[in-house]
Each structure stands twice: as structure tokens, then as C-alpha cells.
């Protein structure tokens, strides 16, 4: 079935290092792709989206390219802050699906210390 | 603020309490939705509404009764609750809920959730 595969957390980094979280799917066709983050006491916020294979998606410094032949999204920055210290969330969109069928990866918690 | 405003932010019920979560979006949007978030478990859908009618149920127990008397106000009705039901519910709007529209047009956006305690 279709699913949503991401690295276990925490991560934590300091301050400027380099960042990657892994997110890895499954699902017929070929799904839109997206990273959610979730700052603390608040909700989901679109990060960025990748429509398309070999797509890139990028905001505020982080980037994630759509990579059809290994099924994977993985989120990349590199020089994280502390004001990164959140919750991000890995999902896909299969085609012609409405945002409703999201599905969504269980989240990576950061942690940035200074 | 995001346009999608939660009301409680936090609520502690009894077993045996009757209790409602709000919530409202002013960006004109026509599709709203409630989404559940607990600890270490991927975000699960409960309701999906598009204009007004009820489009998705994903096998939400009935103690969960979900209400939109119009395209900016969609309510989550709480009774006989268990602890299990303990979490986070998120609600979310994107001007369209269908499969019919652009990409663009379903891009969710969240409330920052009502944290739910069930004693």
C-alpha cells in the first residue's frame, strides 16, 4: 500500500552543520511529493514541493529532490540554525488526489543547539 | 496566524463529558479538515468536507461527530471519549478538496491544533 517512510529522531545538530533527513515511499504512479514543518505549539506549514520527477524543491535554505528511480524525497540544508528546531513531515500525493489523501511520514524531530 | 484559527488550544475532558472543538478559516477557502496527531504515529485523516458535505470518513468512531454549517466553520463534537483518544487534532482548509483541481488549489493549510486530554 502506499506509505511514508522517515528517519527515526531526534536529530540534533549544532548550530551550522549539515543537515539530512532521509523519506523514503511507496505508491502507485507517480505521486506529488512534500515536506511539512511543524514549529513548536503550532501547526503543519508547507515547507516545499516537488511535483515531478527530478524536481527539486526548495525554501529558506532547505532543498529536496525528487528522485523517481530510488523513491526517495530526502530533505537537505546546509547550515542549519536554531530557529530550524522543529518537526518535519515527509508525504505524498498520489495523482489526482485530493489534499485530504495525503499521506504522511511520522515526523523527524531537530533539535539546533547553538 | 495562518488563517486558520483553533479554538481550545487545550481542553481536559471526563470520560463522561460532552465537549465540541472549533474551528475557522478566513481565506475563502471551500474544502476543511480534521486530522488527528498522536506520539510517534504518522498523521491520520478523520473528515474531509467540500463545500459543506461530508466527502471522507476514515472509519472515525462515533464518539467523534463532525459538523460544517458553512464553508468557514467546521466543528469536532466529543462525547464518551476513551484516553486513547488523547492527542492533537489539527484542523486544516485548502480552496479545493476534490481530484479535480490544480495542484495549487489543494495545498492544506493548518490551525496550530487543539491538544486534547481524555482522564
Known amino acids: 500500500g502506499n506509505s511514508v517512510t522517515q528517519m527515526e529522531g531526534p536529530v540534533t545538530l549544532s548550530e551550522e552543520a549539515f543537515l539530512t533527513i532521509n523519506c523514503t515511499y511507496t505508491?502507485?504512479?507517480?505521486?506529488?511529493l512534500f515536506w511539512y514543518v511543524q514549529y513548536p505549539g503550532e501547526g503543519l506549514q508547507l515547507l516545499l514541493k516537488a511535483t515531478k520527477a527530478d524536481d527539486k524543491g526548495s525554501n529558506k535554505g532547505f532543498e529536496a529532490t525528487y528522485r523517481k528511480e530510488t523513491t526517495s524525497f530526502h530533505l537537505e540544508k546546509g547550515s542549519v540554525q536554531v530557529s530550524d528546531s522543529a518537526v518535519y513531515f515527509c508525504?505524498?500525493?498520489?495523482?489526482?488526489?485530493?489534499?485530504?489523501?495525503?499521506?504522511f511520514g511520522k515526523g523527524t524531530k531537530l533539535s539546533v543547539k547553538p | 496566524e495562518t488563517g486558520v484559527t483553533q479554538t481550545p488550544r487545550h481542553l481536559v475532558m471526563g470520560m463522561t463529558n460532552k465537549k465540541s472543538l472549533k474551528c475557522e478559516q478566513h481565506l475563502g477557502h471551500n474544502a476543511m479538515y480534521w486530522y488527528k496527531q498522536s506520539a510517534k504515529k504518522p498523521l491520520e485523516l478523520m473528515f474531509v468536507?467540500?463545500?459543506?458535505?461530508?466527502?471522507e470518513n476514515n472509519s472515525v468512531p462515533s464518539r467523534f461527530s463532525p459538523e460544517c454549517p458553512n464553508s468557514s466553520h467546521l466543528f469536532l463534537h466529543l462525547h464518551t471519549l476513551q484516553p486513547e483518544d488523547s492527542a492533537l487534532y489539527l484542523c486544516?482548509?485548502?480552496?479545493?478538496?476534490?481530484?479535480?483541481?490544480?495542484?495549487?488549489?489543494?495545498?492544506?493549510?493548518f490551525g496550530a491544533g487543539s491538544r486534547l486530554t481524555v482522564l
Open positions: 505508491a502507485t504512479g507517480y505521486p506529488s
Open positions: 468536507y467540500n463545500f459543506k458535505e461530508q466527502t
Open positions: 508525504a505524498h500525493l498520489n495523482y489526482g488526489g485530493s489534499q485530504g489523501n495525503l499521506i
Open positions: 486544516a482548509s485548502s480552496q479545493d478538496g476534490s481530484n479535480r483541481g490544480s495542484w495549487g488549489a489543494n495545498v492544506l493549510t
